[in-house]
């Protein structure tokens, strides 16, 4: 698995729409701001998410973009497979794969099957909400005093 710079600004563009939720709309240039984004990139990665379901746009003097839906109801491992595509690390690991003759007998295929389903296991089981609240942990920590 590889996560492009694609991938890794819409996962920060969305984390950022996640931490306003319920606030209102969220402009281009706060949003490019705030990930060190430019805006161009961020144009074509917010039209992604749009039509994969997890932004949505408000049009006008006062618009700007805003989850589609509830942070606990998107997964990091939803966005990651919609941006970057699959998360094998080898095509093999499909079950339908047919491209190698020794397929029933590689030791790696194992292997790499153990790995996608390690992977698979983390990013399908870590949603936005799980993310706001790491980052408030941490806030805590930073702001403890006696």
Request: charged residues 25%; positive net charge; contains cysteine.
């Amino acid at each position: 698995m590889k996560i492009t710079y694609k991938g890794d600004y819409a996962l920060k563009t969305l984390l950022d729409l996640a931490l306003n939720y319920g606030n209102g709309v969220v402009t281009i240039n706060e949003l490019s701001k705030s990930a060190d984004i430019p805006i161009k990139f961020l144009e074509q990665i917010l039209l992604d998410l749009k039509r994969g379901g997890f932004v949505e746009s408000k049009r006008g003097k006062i618009g700007g973009y805003f989850l589609a839906k509830h942070p606990s109801q998107i997964k990091v491992g939803d966005v990651v497979r919609f941006i970057d595509g699959p998360v094998e690390p080898i095509a093999c690991v499909e079950k339908k794969y047919s491209g190698c003759r020794d397929i029933h007998k590689c030791v790696f295929r194992g292997l790499w099957q153990d790995v996608a389903s390690a992977i698979s296991n983390i990013i399908d089981n870590v949603t936005f909400e799980d993310l706001i609240n790491r980052i408030k942990v941490r806030q805590e920590i930073l702001t403890y005093s006696i």
